[in-house]
Each structure stands twice: as structure tokens, then as C-alpha cells.
């Protein structure tokens, strides 16, 4: 698989450390609120490269972190007269709701910030021991920047070009307007925790850095987030990960493109600032996951009314090829295929290859996605003109399309028709429109399909198999 590294900005071959192994980070969320449209899209895209790894045989641990000490924490605690832990406590919850309706898969490990707070005080310490960091006269802990010669790596800006946009802001007391803060010191009214240096709370880069050291170790494979991290937060954990550890971060670092609303940066004061809780209640989780993986994720991507709605139809189209297929195997039968099934089956496979050849090429989900419609197309036609098709057939065909559609994790979801309430009735009515039809009596036939499908949202069709009915 090759993965474009934001490190040497060219697609590398990716080779874990371990074979077999795969350790990766993401950042995740400041916990003050729900989540926003942008942020799902990193959270969706790095989800799926570790769901990817893993049905290519590899074992993944993936650490995606929680901010849940930060300003924006505070001040919205002491909006609500609360305190931080029960701001955090809230919405940690609620991003397990929205990120479990958009198919994310829990992280190996969901740190915060406050339950990894002396591995922090650890790699603060060992900073300033040093010699990389120090404790100014106010009490807060200032990473010294010039002392990390590869400063500015990532970005790909050279420290002096970094350098005259820095200043020092009103109540910072740097040696250097590059430095930057790894602890602040304890304030009025605050949260804070007891260190060597004196009382206070971390910076926001260094939690990722403990965070890395203590799950997966000094050195990882694979470092991701969105591409507004990469500077400072990301340029600034590896210059603290690699002053404190004496070795490389992480090998490979992966940034996700922007996302725009209607062509316009996402603002509040624009009125363009879209949540995926409220996105969901109009489209579904669903059709954002499958937006998310509509274009490649290094690609900018915007965010409209017409690609929802784009994207909802493309997925029910999938939604219907995979109902059919389940249709037609209730009434099928042949545990072997005839020779011109195999042979079907047997083209179906070029299908997987284009999508592995789509996935492995720095996750290419627009080209895996057109791979799965290619296939969605090839079983209906040979399906369609075959309404003997075997069991063995239905379910080889079936089977491919779940898998594909699977490591995406679209298109898994099942409403039980079982469960449904209305069955008894529902199988009746369509009894009672059989009836009518082998007698004659179009009208009254008609009449069912039309109370069926207005008065109990239930859409039949007619198959060479029998009816098939769904709820719409």
C-alpha cells in the first residue's frame, strides 16, 4: 500500500515497523461540544485506513484521543456553572453517539487528557532536564524551539520563514516568540494539577505526545488528523517527541483535505456552521459517511444540499441492489453453480482486485466506490437475465458485495422484517392482491398496492420470484 506522507510529500510504500503490525494515532476531539461536519471527515477517513489495515490481514492498535482540559472546556463549564469533568463527561458520550451512527469503530484506546496527566508531568520533566524547555517566571513551562534543529519539517517552512510571523503575546514571558507552551501555570478558579515546577494544566501539543509514548510507544507508524493541524500542533509534537525520546515520531503522517460549506470556509459568523448531529436528522449518518468517501480524502471537499441528496441516492441504489440479492437467495435454490455461473463468478473477482488496487493507492475511496458500482451493475444484469440463478450464484455475488462494501462499512445496516409489526397484515394484503390479480380484478388489486404503499409506507414489487415488499 502506498500512503502520501506529509513528511516528504510523495506517496511511500507503507512498511510498519513490526510486519504485521500496524500503530497508529489520530487526534480527536476538544470535548466542549458536539462534533462538526469538518471534523467528521477526519474521523471517518482515518477510521476506514485502520479498518483497511486490519481486512488486510493486519492487527491495529489505533489511539484517538480526547481533549477534555482546554480553555474552550472551562469556559463552557463555568458558563454552565459546572465543572470541567461534567462538560467532558457529556460530550464524550455524545461523540460515541454521532461517531457510532457514522460507522466509526471504537479506537483501540480512547485516552483524555486528565487520566494521562503523569505521563505528561514525565515528558514535561524529562524536557526540561534536558534542556529543551523551562520554566518561566510566571510559572508556565516554554518548549524551546531553536534547541530542535529540524524545526519545521513537516510544514515544510524553515524556521526563519516560521519565526517573522511569531510574536510574544500580552502575559507570555518567552526567551523566543517561537516557544511555545508545554504547561501553564494555575490560575483563579481552574482546574489544576500538582508537578515538580509548580501547579497548572498542559499545553494542548504536549497530551498527544505522553499520549503516543504511553499506548504505543517513542515510535509510531502512522500519525494522522486534518490538514489544519499540521502546523503547529502536529509540527510542535514532533519537535517535543523527538527532544524527549532522542528518536523519530512517527513515519508517516496523513492530512485530510479541507471541507468547505457551499464553497465557503465553515464560519459561525457565516451561518455555515453545520454540526453532524443536525447534518443526520435531514440525510442520515449513513449518507455523510458515504460523502466522506465520495472523493479522496486529500482532495478538498464541499459540502452542499445537492451532494447530500447525490450521495443519499447513491447509497439507496446500493441499499436496493443488496435487498434484490437477499430477495432472490430467500427463493433460491442449487448449492452448485452451473459452468456459466462459475465463469460469472469468477469475472466478479476483477471487481475486488480494482478495488484493493484503488484502496492500496494512498486510499483512493472515489475509485474503490466506482469498483463496487461496477460489480452492483455486473451481478443485476447477469442476475436480471437469469431468474434461474442458483443459490450458489446468488450467494458467491452476495457475499463479494458485502465484503467490499464492508471494509467501507456502508450499506451493512438490516431492519428486520421479521420484527415489523404490520407483517401478518402486510403478507395478507399482498396475499389478498394475488388473489385478486389471478381472478381478474385489476382495480382491486390496484387498490391494495395503493393502500399498501399510502396508508402503511409499504413499496411492493412484482419479481419473477414472488413479491418483494420493503418499507420506504
Known sequence: MKLFNTLTRQKEEFVPITPGEVKM??????????????????????????????????????????????????????????TYDVIADRYIKEYFVDAEGLGIKRATVHPRATETMDAIIDIVKTLID????????????????????????????????????????????KEDPMDFAVWKAAKPGEPSWKAPWGEGRPGWHIECSAMVNKYLGPTIDIHSGGLDLTFPHHENEIAQSEC???CTFAHYWLHNGFLTIDNEKMSKSKGNFFMVRDAAKEYGYETIRMFMLSAHY????????????????????????????????????????????????????????????????DMNTANALSAIFELM????????????????????????????????????????????????KIEELIAQRAAAKKNKDFAEADRIRDYLLNEMGIAIKDTRQGVQWSRV
Do not use: W
Open 244 to 246: 524527549a525520546n532522542g
Open 130 to 173: 534536558k534542556g529543551h524547555a523551562y520554566v518561566a517566571e510566571n510559572g508556565d513551562v516554554y518548549f524551546r524551539t531553536k534547541t530542535f534543529s529540524e524545526y519545521g519539517k513537516l510544514s515544510h517552512q524553515p524556521l526563519e520563514d516560521l519565526q517573522a510571523g511569531a510574536r510574544i503575546s500580552v502575559g507570555e514571558i
Open 377 to 424: 451493475r455486473e451481478i443485476n444484469a447477469y442476475s436480471g437475465s437469469h431468474a434461474d440463478a442458483t443459490l450458489a450464484y446468488l450467494k458467491g455475488a452476495y457475499d463479494l458485495f458485502m465484503e467490499l462494501t464492508g471494509v467501507l462499512n456502508i450499506v451493512q445496516k438490516h431492519e428486520d422484517a421479521g420484527e415489523d409489526p404490520d407483517k401478518a
Open 298 to 361: 486529500r482532495t478538498p471537499l464541499n459540502y452542499s444540499e445537492e451532494s447530500l441528496k447525490m450521495n443519499k441516492v447513491s447509497l439507496e441504489r446500493l441499499y436496493e441492489a443488496r435487498n434484490n440479492l437477499e430477495f432472490r437467495i430467500s427463493k433460491a435454490q442449487g448449492e452448485t453453480p452451473t459452468a456459466e455461473e462459475a465463469e460469472a463468478l469468477a469475472s466478479l473477482q476483477q471487481y475486488k482486485e480494482k478495488f484493493i488496487e484503488a484502496m492500496d493507492d
Open 25 to 82: 494515532y489520530s487526534c480527536g476531539p476538544t470535548v466542549y461540544n458536539y462534533f462538526h461536519i469538518g471534523n467528521a471527515r477526519p474521523f471517518i477517513m482515518f477510521d476506514l485506513l485502520r479498518r483497511y489495515f486490519e481486512y488486510r490481514g493486519n492487527k491495529v492498535t489505533f489511539v484517538q484521543n480526547f481533549t477534555d482540559i482546554d480553555d474552550k472546556v472551562i469556559n463552557k463549564a463555568n458558563e454552565e456553572g459546572v
